[in-house]
């Protein structure tokens, strides 16, 4: 793939799955497609299932100073704030260095940065790791640590993470989602759902007290290689952080567009 290909569909990655993530939470959830604007919005109180993002390519500074407008008078019309995704990779040149000031005319605040990656890494090994054991989320115990274990990771008050997650037919039945068990206490989450004939992980996430110890990169390896097993699918995607980057590349994964993240200004 091209790195515009590559951006494009990490870009299309994020709306085919989190349609089906914000979907699971709210299926009254403003799922729409609008002229260079995809809008993934639960009004939730966990802040990653609302969600707009631009999707125009090789757009020029012009055309997207207006989907930022556009987009930052979205998420003003919302209940609960959440994010603008902009993937670097499908901007012009002349949008790309203009982005940080178009951002702020818009009333966007910048965030925290992240990455796309990919890559045809499936199956995998059946991984194994010697302090955990690992359990598939089946049950609302399960989900409550998984979104526990995301709130904590993230920085989220609890409540939050719940109101994300609790109630999740998705995440129960539908998902390859796993928690990573030490001593048969949940240390350690990842998931990975279909979208678009991938495997596309996501709510990856670990206790602070137990980072740093690869219980992130093995929990990941198993939500990946179940689902290949299950599907059979060969190529694999997510959405990075900064700190999350390098676990994926170990596992395979290589990176495409950076990603910027705003919410609104104040």
């Not at 495997?199 to 179940?226: C, I, M, N, S």
Request: glycine residues 10%; negative net charge.
């Amino acid at each position: 793939m091209t790195d515009l290909a590559q951006s494009i569909e990490s870009a299309e990655q994020l709306a085919a799955a989190w349609r089906a993530m914000v979907l699971d939470r709210d299926p009254d959830a403003d799922v729409r497609d609008l002229p260079g604007i995809a809008v993934r919005w639960a009004d939730s109180r966990f802040a990653f299932w609302n969600c707009v993002t631009l999707t125009e390519v090789d757009a020029g500074p012009e055309v997207v100073g207006r989907r930022l407008r556009e987009a930052a008078g979205l998420m003003r019309g919302k209940e609960r704030p959440g994010f603008l995704w902009v993937f670097e990779g499908l901007l012009g040149d002349a949008a790309r260095a203009e982005l940080p000031a178009a951002a702020e005319r818009a009333g966007l605040a910048y965030a925290f940065p992240g990455t796309g990656m990919a890559g045809d890494v499936l199956p995998l090994p059946e991984p194994r790791h010697p302090d955990l054991t690992f359990v598939r989320v089946t049950d609302d115990e399960h989900v409550r640590a998984y979104a526990d274990l995301n709130s904590r990771a993230y920085g989220f008050p609890p409540e939050d993470g719940r109101d994300g997650l609790l109630g999740s037919t998705l995440w129960k039945e539908g998902a390859y989602a796993y928690l990573g068990m030490r001593d048969g206490t949940p240390v350690s989450c990842a998931g990975a759902v279909e979208a678009d004939g991938r495997l596309f992980v996501a709510l990856v996430a670990t206790d602070p007290r137990w980072q740093r110890r690869g219980y992130g990169e093995a929990v990941t390896r198993k939500a990946l290689h179940e689902g290949a097993r299950a599907t059979g699918l060969r190529r694999a995607t997510l959405h990075a952080t900064a700190a999350g980057a390098p676990v994926y590349t170990r596992i395979g994964l290589l990176p495409n567009s950076p990603i910027h993240f705003y919410g609104l200004q104040g």
